[in-house]
């Protein structure tokens, strides 16, 4: 059967999963990880059923780096599934002002997306490792490139800039927003899900580890709560969200923190988990009878009501809101939080139907939809790389 890789390779960890591609129609296989990379590697994978299919601990030596990782996963595959990839499809947050689309790479390609690493220093570049290793390994494999920034592109001018002088725009300092194969995800779900809504003014949530909200309209992005980076909007996990950047100014400057400590402050210690003190998981706090994880959950649905106020004045109104992402599926509490916080606009949640996750969680006589829906960017990524196959593209 021919196959679609597709990876998602951060830091530590590289993703990967596998889609069958008959006549067009892919078919997922198998989900895996290698995660602890350089210092506890792990294979994880199972098969969509939920079977487990390996979990194999190695020596650090054994999986040093990213390449040496996928090197490890694409042997196990082979082995057991005899499996050879026609195409690959990478997860790459960073397609800049240029790349409003997935592209199948070449050398140009990577040589732009390289070029982009100061936009993304954390990501870009482990995004693009396995790119590289895949092109000496198997020179002719068409690998594609799928951006976080991609659904994003179309934003007008105003939703684009910064107020700063244009030449920060001109080198690419641009509000570029984020989680984009996610929204165009649950943007092609709302056509099945509800059709008239997916033609009207919705806000997509994606609450996972990283968080941030969307205005759609029509199905196409027109704001989003990120903007340069992905430390702004919704406070997450780790990081703030929305800043004053008179604070990172007071840091720096009387703190004397330095630049990079800064970055690691910003995007390891901030959000739930230096809000609470107790955790970056939801369940955890949840769970916890200490004020400051109920502090910190509240604080989180305060700052998504204030955001989702935000984005429904970008859409001139709201007909929908969807949650989207490890919180947004998975937390009635923080759901119901949240939706309290849309009732100026008129959203009404139906307790029952929350506290169960079904798909429409709004009652009966909301004006506003309410719905969850489970994201996949994975699927998303493969999509694109089968279209870009099947258009001729390499
Ligand atoms: P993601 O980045 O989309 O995988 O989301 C990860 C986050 O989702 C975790 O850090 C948790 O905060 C949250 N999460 C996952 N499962 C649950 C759950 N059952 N209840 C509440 N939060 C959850």
Redesign the pocket.
């Known amino acids: 059967m021919d196959t679609i890789l597709v990876v998602n390779a951060g830091s530590s960890s590289v993703k990967f999963q596998v889609f069958g591609a008959e006549t067009g129609h892919l078919t997922r296989l198998v989900k895996g990880e290698i995660d602890g990379i350089g210092t506890r590697p792990g294979m994880h994978a199972e098969s969509p059923d939920g079977t487990r299919l390996i979990d194999e601990t190695f020596e650090p030596a054994q999986v040093a780096d990213v390449p040496a990782a996928l090197e490890k996963s694409a042997g196990w595959l082979r082995e057991l599934h005899g499996f050879e990839p026609i195409a690959v499809g990478h997860r790459v947050v960073h397609g800049g002002p240029k790349y409003g689309l997935p592209v199948l790479i070449s050398e140009t390609v990577l040589a732009d997306l390289e070029r982009l690493v100061p936009l993304a220093p954390l990501h870009q570049p482990n995004n693009l490792a396995p790119v590289r290793a895949f092109m000496s390994r198997s020179p002719g494999l068409p690998q594609i490139a799928c951006f976080d920034t991609a659904f994003h592109r179309a934003h007008g001018a105003l939703a684009d800039h910064y107020a700063i002088p244009e030449h920060f725009y001109a080198e690419g300092v641009r509000r570029y927003g984020f989680h984009g194969l996610s929204y165009e995800f649950i943007a092609s779900r709302l056509l099945d899900v509800a059709p008239e809504i997916a033609a009207g003014r919705v806000i997509a949530a994606h609450l996972?580890?990283?968080a941030s909200m969307c205005a759609l309209l029509a199905g196409r992005s027109v704001e989003s709560t990120m903007g340069f980076s992905a430390l702004d909007g919704l406070p997450m996990?780790t990081r703030p969200g929305q800043i004053d950047p008179g604070v990172l100014l007071y840091l720096l400057e009387q703190k004397k923190m330095p630049p990079r400590q800064l970055q690691d402050f910003l995007y390891g210690e901030c959000g739930l988990k230096g809000l609470s003190g107790i955790s970056?998981?939801?369940?955890d706090l949840?769970a916890s009878t200490d004020s400051r994880a109920q502090f910190a959950l509240g604080y989180f649905a305060y700052r998504a009501g204030l955001e989702a106020g935000a984005l429904a004045a970008a859409l001139g109104g709201l007909d929908a809101f969807v949650f989207t992402?490890?919180?947004g599926e998975?937390?009635a509490l923080v759901r119901a939080k949240i939706v309290e916080k849309l009732g100026w606009l008129g959203a009404v949640l139906d307790p029952r139907a929350n506290a169960a996750g079904e798909q429409s969680i709004a009652a009966r006589d909301s004006p506003i939809g309410l719905y969850v829906i489970p994201t996949d960017e994975e699927l998303m990524i493969a999509r694109h790389s089968l279209a870009l196959l099947m258009a001729g593209q390499w």
């Open positions: 996972g580890s990283g996990g970056n998981d939801v369940r949840e992402a490890g919180i998975n937390s």
